[in-house]
């Protein structure tokens, strides 16, 4: 079976928190203190999904990378940006994954109508920066000593990347539904693939 990126099920949770929850117990990477439960983490894909893509990444049926969208800000005038994240096992990193990941979601964002994506990064972290900005991001400042995780005060950065060229008269983006009716649904969910440099 190939390596493929799909769309993330409530009942990948448990694969999905195997990768998440030693990185929330470990490290300031996450600035949660505890790590979710199974259930936790399956409600967050659920509620994501009801608006954002969540992606994943599967090698022999295993999930070994993710990648998520999610509310930037309330306000309406918001409704074009969005955050994102990107999580990959640490046994399948330096594979491709998190591009490949990103690639996927940053396309169904733009078929479904939105313009900006923000990443924060809790510092330092080279190898997050490094993914970040070789995708496009730029770095537009710093929250400092924004978070207490670990005993020690941490920094933040935030990265931008436009998705698509801004129009005048955006349209307010269209549903994930909506995005999965599309034609170009297939292609653009699977555009991520040939970054992958998996060792069949």
């Keep these: 079976m190939k390596p493929a990126i799909r769309l ?21 990477i996450s600035f949660e203190l505890e790590p979710p439960t199974i259930d936790q983490m399956r409600q967050r894909i659920r509620e994501t999904l009801e608006r954002w893509p969540w992606v994943s990444c599967e090698d022999q049926e295993a999930i070994v990378g993710y990648a ?3 509310q930037h800000r309330r306000r309406a005038a918001y409704q ?3 955050d994102v994240s990107v999580y990959v096992h640490e046994r399948a990193r330096r594979m491709g994954i998190g591009q490949a990941l990103y690639t996927s979601l940053f396309n ?7 313009y ?30 924004v978070g207490y995780k670990l005993g020690a005060w941490h ?23 909506a995005a999965r009716a599309d034609p170009a649904w297939a292609a653009v969910l699977a555009s991520g693939v040939a970054l992958l440099r998996f060792e069949l």
């Design 8 to 28: 993330a099920t409530p009942e990948d949770a448990e694969q999905m928190l195997a990768i998440y929850a030693p990185l929330v117990a470990t490290t300031s």
């Design 68 to 70: 998520y969208a999610g």
């Design 80 to 82: 074009w940006s969005v």
């Design 108 to 114: 169904i964002l733009v078929l479904q109508g939105f």
């Design 116 to 145: 900006n994506a923000y990443a924060g990064i809790a510092l330092p972290n080279r190898a997050s920066v490094r993914l970040h900005e070789s995708l496009g991001f730029k770095p537009v400042g710093v929250y400092h000593g």
């Design 155 to 177: 920094d933040v950065g935030w990265w931008q990347r436009t998705l698509q060229p801004r129009r005048p008269d955006p349209q307010p983006p269209c549903s994930l539904d």
